[in-house]
């Protein structure tokens, strides 16, 4: 008798975890193309940030070198107008991750830090738009300077961002000769 309670609700669970298995399947496959769509939605908003003069941005002609991933953008008229890279760079905390804009000549259009570990009130400074704005129209020849780019008590962050902008900067000169 106790053993035909364990099968009987043995087979109610199992009844039960395949009903919710095919409804998430199916709601799965209802929305994967949506969520596909807001994602790439999301990735273009984001590269418009940093590299505000293009339009549309084609992953199939990225270009990838050292571990950096340059995705053309291109205005209205189809010309391309430069690129986004997104640089994980190591700071104080962890590992920092922004995307960068850089325009044909090399000059930085747009700095968006998207993630980091960094301290809160110090290192984290590097989040605030007017701090990220400070890059724009620089170049890999720009020098860092302690008393302009980083901020007092926290140094070690603003020179990260500044490594990563120049590695992507030096790679972003190879590539585009």
Do not use: C
Not at 112 to 123: A, D, F, I, R
Not at 156 to 167: D, E, F, L, N, W
């Amino acid at each position: 008798m106790e053993r035909n309670r364990f099968i009987h609700f043995g087979a109610v669970l199992l009844i039960i975890a395949a009903i919710s298995a095919g409804t998430l399947a199916f709601v799965n496959g209802m929305t994967k193309g949506v969520i596909a769509q807001n994602n790439i939605n999301a990735a273009n908003n984001a590269r418009k940030e940093v590299l505000p003069v293009a339009e549309k941005f084609d992953e199939t002609q990225k270009i990838e070198k050292e571990g950096l991933e340059f995705i053309p953008g291109f205005d209205g008229t189809n010309q391309k107008v430069g690129y986004v890279v997104i640089v994980t760079q190591g700071g104080y905390g962890g590992n920092i991750v922004f995307s960068l804009g850089v325009d044909l000549n090399g000059k930085i259009t747009g700095l968006k830090v998207m993630n980091h570990q960094e301290t809160p009130g110090l290192g984290a400074k590097i989040t605030g738009s007017e701090w990220q704005a400070l890059w724009i129209g620089r170049d890999k020849d720009y020098q860092f300077n302690k008393s302009v780019d980083a901020f007092a008590g926290a140094t070690v962050s603003p020179s990260s961002v500044y490594a990563g902008i120049q590695r992507a900067l030096s790679v972003y000169a190879e590539v585009n000769k």
